[in-house]
């Protein structure tokens, strides 16, 4: 059985633009629409081999993208970067750390991002 890899899709929304049209449109069609690889190949005249084929040649440059360039794992770090310094700001709000604490807890997430080059 062929099992969907949903990492490929979120890498595929960082570097789709990269792949070739046709591989593209499948993999779109794969992991966005969901889509069985008998119902793709009857859309591209093509066989589910061929279909399969598209796809592990896709896969396969989504990753090299990624871990030659790592974008997506760069935007993850930002995201969750972001996601606790609003988290410290909330509870700095709502009173539930003083701003000491605050402070201390922003400065260690600052020092992080800067020193991951974030």
Same mark, same amino acid.
């Given at each position: 059985?062929?099992?969907?890899?949903?990492?490929?899709?979120?890498?595929?929304?960082?570097?789709?633009?990269?792949?070739?049209? @046709?591989?593209? =449109?499948?993999?779109?069609?794969?992991?966005?629409?969901? !889509?069985?690889?008998? %119902? #793709? +190949?009857?859309?591209?005249?093509?066989?589910?081999?061929?279909?399969?084929?598209?796809?592990?040649?896709?896969?396969?440059?989504?990753?090299?993208?990624?871990?030659?360039?790592?974008?997506?794992?760069?935007?993850?770090?930002? @995201?969750?970067? =972001?996601?606790?310094?609003?988290?410290?700001?909330?509870? !700095?709000?709502?009173? %539930? #750390? +003083?701003?000491?604490?605050?402070?201390?807890?922003?400065?260690?997430?600052?020092?992080?991002?800067?020193?991951?080059?974030?």
């Amino acid at each position: 059985m062929f099992e969907k890899n949903m990492k490929i899709s979120y890498l595929l929304d960082f570097y789709g633009d990269v792949l070739d049209e @046709r591989v593209r =449109a499948v993999m779109d069609a794969y992991y966005d629409d969901d !889509l069985s690889l008998s %119902e #793709i +190949a009857d859309g591209e005249g093509i066989s589910r081999q061929g279909v399969r084929h598209l796809i592990k040649k896709g896969e396969e440059h989504l990753l090299f993208l990624e871990q030659k360039l790592g974008l997506a794992h760069h935007h993850g770090e930002i @995201r969750a970067s =972001a996601l606790s310094l609003l988290a410290v700001a909330e509870r !700095l709000k709502n009173g %539930e #750390i +003083a701003p000491e604490v605050a402070a201390d807890q922003i400065t260690e997430v600052t020092n992080t991002i800067v020193s991951k080059g974030v």
